[in-house]
């Protein structure tokens, strides 16, 4: 079993940042991928970006590509979302995903509780 805590949200102002951070146990996190995801009201939940194990690639949803960039560090069982320029289309819960070795992407296995993150105008 893998915990996952999110932690980073609140409220900000249009065109303002915000710096997500996920913390997820266990001692082989670097070979974890991991993911952002969203869920706004009345929406389904969408990705956001992914980043691979180790030092891996990214990826991005088209919406939030030059605005946000995922990163992880290995050393503190985290990754992080920076966000910057926020609309308020990016109003949502945010989850944190972790897929182990061995699940097929774009799987993900254990998911945390969510941060509320709010744009405002």
């Known amino acids: 079993q893998v915990r996952v805590v999110e932690s980073g949200g609140g409220l900000v102002r249009a065109g303002g940042s915000l710096k997500l951070s996920c913390v997820a146990s266990g001692r082989t996190f670097s070979n974890y991928a991991m993911g952002w995801f969203r869920q706004a009201p009345g929406k389904e939940r969408e990705f956001v970006a992914g980043?691979?194990?180790?030092?891996?690639?990214?990826y991005y949803t088209n919406s939030v590509k030059g605005r946000f960039t995922i990163s992880r560090d290995n050393a503190k069982n985290t990754v992080y979302l920076q966000m910057n320029n926020l609309k308020r289309g990016d109003t949502a819960v945010y989850y944190c995903a972790v897929r182990q070795p061995g699940t097929v992407a774009p799987g993900y296995d254990y998911w945390g509780q969510g941060t509320q993150v709010t744009v405002s105008s």
């Open positions: 980043i691979d194990e180790n030092e891996g690639n990214t």
